[in-house]
C-alpha cells in the first residue's frame, strides 16, 4: 500500500520568511496530492491540491510542485505570517472513486513575528 | 450550513463500555470516511464507505464497526473500549465528480477512555 513520507516534522520560520515542506509517496499508481492544514483543535482543511498531470499549482502565497519521477511533491508558503502557523499534512491517493488519502506525519510551523 | 457534522464533540468513557459516534454530511457526497488521529497528530485511515459499500478496511480491531444507513450517514460503534482508543475521530466525506476527491472533514469527536 501507499506510505507517505513528510519532512520536517517541525520548522520555525520568521515572519516574512518563506517555508517548505517536502513529501516522498511510495506508491506509483498514486495520482492526487492535496495538502491539508490543521490549526489547534480544529478539523485539517484542504488549502491546495495537484494531481499527477500538473507539475506545479499556485495559489496567492501557497504553491505545491509534484515531480512525479522522483516520487515527490513540496509545498511553498512565501512571506509567512503568524496565522499561517498550524500544523500542515500532506497525503496521496490513487484517484478513484472511494480511495482514501494517506496522509503524512504533519509538519508543525510556527511563524514568529 | 454544517457540511460534517459529528456528535458528540467529546466522549469520556470507562474502559470496557460501547459507544458509538455519528456523522452527517449534507454536501451528497458518495464516499464517507472514519479517519483516527493520535497523541501525535498522526491522521490514520479506519473506514470509507462509497454508495453504501465498505470498500476500504484497514487493519483495525473488529471492535470497531462502522455503519451506514444511507448514503448522508457514517456511524462509528466502538465495542469493549481500550485506553489506546483515546484519539480524535474525524468523519469526512468526498465525491469524485464535483469536489475533485478531496474529502471534508468534521469537527472530530474526542473520545477519552479512563
Known amino acids: 500500500g501507499e506510505n507517505v513520507e513528510q519532512h520536517p516534522s517541525t520548522l520555525s520560520v520568521q515572519e516574512g520568511d518563506s517555508a517548505v515542506i517536502k513529501c516522498t509517496y511510495s506508491?506509483?499508481?498514486?495520482?492526487?496530492f492535496p495538502w491539508y492544514k490543521q490549526e489547534l483543535g480544529k478539523r485539517p482543511q484542504l488549502i491546495i491540491d495537484?494531481?499527477?498531470?500538473?507539475g506545479e499549482k499556485k495559489d496567492q502565497r501557497i504553491a505545491v510542485t509534484l515531480n512525479k519521477t522522483a516520487k515527490h511533491f513540496s509545498l511553498h508558503i512565501t512571506e509567512t505570517q503568524p496565522e499561517d502557523s498550524a500544523v500542515y499534512f500532506c497525503?496521496?491517493?490513487?484517484?478513484?472513486?472511494?480511495?482514501?488519502?494517506?496522509f503524512g506525519k504533519g509538519t508543525t510551523l510556527s511563524v514568529s513575528s | 450550513d454544517t457540511a460534517v457534522s459529528q456528535t458528540p464533540k467529546y466522549l469520556v468513557t470507562q474502559m470496557g463500555n460501547d459507544k458509538s459516534i455519528k456523522c452527517e454530511q449534507n454536501?451528497?457526497?458518495?464516499?464517507m470516511y472514519w479517519y483516527k488521529q493520535d497523541s501525535k497528530k498522526f491522521l490514520k485511515i479506519m473506514f470509507s464507505?462509497?454508495?453504501?459499500?465498505?470498500?476500504i478496511n484497514e487493519t483495525v480491531p473488529n471492535r470497531f464497526s462502522p455503519k451506514s444507513p444511507d448514503k448522508a450517514h457514517l456511524n462509528l460503534h466502538i465495542n469493549s473500549l481500550e485506553l489506546g482508543d483515546s484519539a480524535v475521530y474525524f468523519c469526512?466525506?468526498?465525491?469524485?465528480?464535483?469536489?475533485?476527491?478531496?474529502?471534508?472533514f468534521g469537527p472530530g469527536t474526542r473520545l477519552t477512555v479512563l
Open positions: 495537484i494531481r499527477s498531470n500538473v
Open positions: 506508491d506509483s499508481a498514486s495520482n492526487y
Open positions: 497525503a496521496a491517493a490513487a484517484h478513484q472513486a472511494g480511495t482514501a488519502l494517506i
Open positions: 454536501l451528497g457526497h458518495d464516499t
Open positions: 464507505y462509497n454508495n453504501k459499500e465498505l470498500i
Open positions: 469526512a466525506s468526498s465525491q469524485e465528480r464535483t469536489s475533485g476527491g478531496a474529502p471534508f
